[in-house]
Structure formats: structure tokens, C-alpha cells
């Protein structure tokens, strides 16, 4: 989770996840519309003293996620460090996990991350197939009516020794700011939560790309009548 900037201004966080040398980074595409053409870099320090350059930006297959490339890799001992691909689920299920979305703000001269515990519930928006929606809703007092988005969803999962897996902490989806009715808790809903599967298939087609294509050419001949030697034609015998 990192600081996502124009100018040096804080417009929202950002999780960066890296496959191989290329590292992609996932936000609420609503906090880059406002900044179509502006550069924008990533602090890799939460003091701000250090930043990555963003190669280009856009927006998924999904509407809601906007997705950053960096123009290079983050470099190691800094306080941002991105995740592997391997740490994202493709599931927006915690199975009763502790769960909790994790952002950033600004505290003085420094960037400072956020811990937001909450409950995601499954809510019927209609009776359109993607209508399914994943709300949040926090489980302190303190976090009431917070402003989360861009924030990432993680879940600490507990070791399962009937599966043979140890515990896993990872990052489930997106969170967006919420404008329905549904109070499924004791607390509003502080976020929809929208998955991040365009974010895995984003980092396999650029990590494929990457990769060195066999070399086909295309050979034309024909066929040598009587197996005669190589680079001799003619046509076949009539008997």
C-alpha cells in the first residue's frame, strides 16, 4: 500500500503487486478521472523523500479499478514494498476471517497507513447477473462514516492442517465509496468492495509479454516425385 501523488499532492492510496519485473498498481479509477494527462508518481517513502515514476495508467475491463504501471521496479529497503501476484485471492470470500481495509492518508509531513477492521456481507442489488454487491462495515465506533476509497480488502487467513496450509495474509478487493440503503450491521456500510481479478490477468499478459516468442517461419516446397534428392521438383509419374 503506497501513496498515490500528482505534484506531490496525495489524491488516493494505491496497492502495487509485482509478477516477475513489472509492477502494477490498483486504485479506485473514480480518484484518476480528475487527472487525465498529469503525471503522476507513487511515494515509495511515507516521508515522501523518495518516489517511482508511473508509466501510464487507464482504466480495466472492470469500470470501477484503475490500473498504474510503474515506468521501473521498486527498489529494495524502502518502506513501500510491493506484493507478489500469488498474494492476491481471486475470491471476495474471508470465510469468517479477520478482515480489514488498509489505506493511506496524511499526517503532517508524513503519510501514515490506515487499519479499518471490518464485516463484508453479500447484498442482492437486483436481478441483473453482476448486480451481487460486497459491502463493508466497520466494527469500531471510531470508523463511522470514513472515507476508504482506494483501500485494499486483506484478510488474515489461519493456518489449515487439514489442507496442509499454513496462514496467509491477502488482499481480497477494492473498496469504493458506498451510496445505497443496505445496512446489514450495526454500523452503515462504509464501502462496496469490487474484486481484483482484472488486476491478476493485467500482470500475466504483461509479465507474458516479456517473454521471448518462439521465431516460426513460414516454408513453402512441394512434393519430389519417386523420392528423388532434396531440392529437386517435378510431378508425379502417371503408371
Not at 185 to 208: M, T
Amino acid at each position: 500500500m503506497a501513496p498515490l501523488l500528482v505534484d506531490g499532492v496525495l489524491i488516493g492510496p494505491v496497492t502495487l503487486v509485482r509478477n516477475g519485473d513489472k509492477t502494477i498498481g490498483v486504485t479506485d479509477a473514480e480518484l484518476l478521472r480528475p487527472h487525465v494527462g498529469a503525471a503522476l508518481t507513487v511515494a515509495t517513502m511515507l516521508d515522501g523523500s523518495a518516489t517511482a515514476a508511473v508509466g501510464h495508467w487507464g482504466l480495466s475491463r472492470k469500470a470501477e479499478l484503475g490500473l498504474i504501471e510503474l515506468a521501473g521496479p521498486v527498489d529494495a529497503g524502502l518502506d513501500v514494498r510491493p506484493i507478489e501476484l500469488g498474494a492476491v485471492c481471486g475470491s471476495l470470500d474471508t470465510c469468517g476471517a479477520p478482515a480489514a481495509l488498509v489505506g493511506i492518508v496524511r499526517d503532517g509531513a508524513r503519510f501514515v497507513r490506515t487499519h479499518v477492521p471490518v464485516v463484508l456481507d453479500r447484498d442482492e442489488a437486483g436481478d441483473a447477473a453482476d448486480a451481487l454487491l460486497h459491502l463493508a462495515s466497520p466494527t469500531e465506533d471510531a470508523h463511522v462514516g470514513m472515507r476508504v476509497e482506494g483501500s485494499t480488502l486483506w484478510a488474515w487467513f489461519p493456518p489449515n492442517p487439514a489442507l496442509g496450509r499454513s496462514g496467509e495474509v491477502l488482499v481480497l478487493g477494492l473498496a469504493q465509496g458506498y451510496r445505497g440503503f443496505s445496512k446489514p450491521r450495526r454500523h452503515p456500510v462504509i464501502a462496496e468492495v469490487v474484486g481484483l481479478d482484472d488486476l491478476g490477468r493485467a500482470l500475466l499478459v504483461a509479465h507474458k509479454v516479456e517473454e521471448r516468442e518462439p521465431e516460426l517461419r513460414q516454408v513453402a516446397g512441394e512434393i519430389v516425385a519417386g523420392g528423388g534428392p532434396a531440392g529437386r521438383t517435378g510431378s508425379p509419374k502417371k503408371r
